[in-house]
């Protein structure tokens, strides 16, 4: 997911480069999106990871 996140990033930035401003802020706010979607699954898993860790031991 982060991976996507930082592909689209990175396309957002040359677009910018090169003065296409449409494709630069929908690639930017598809990155944003992938970002904070990645890092809610990464709390999730880690909240789930130490409730189920609790209860095997």
């Known amino acids: 997911m982060f991976k996507w996140a930082l592909i689209f990033a ?3 930035l040359v677009a910018a480069l090169l003065g296409f401003g449409g494709i630069a802020g929908a ?3 598809i990155a944003k999106i992938l ?3 990645g890092l809610a699954l990464v709390a999730l898993f ?3 990871g130490a409730t189920v860790a ?3 031991t």
């Open 46 to 48: 880690v909240i789930l």
């Open 27 to 29: 690639a930017g706010g």
């Open 10 to 12: 990175v396309i957002a």
């Open 35 to 37: 970002f904070f979607v």
């Open 54 to 56: 609790k209860k095997v």
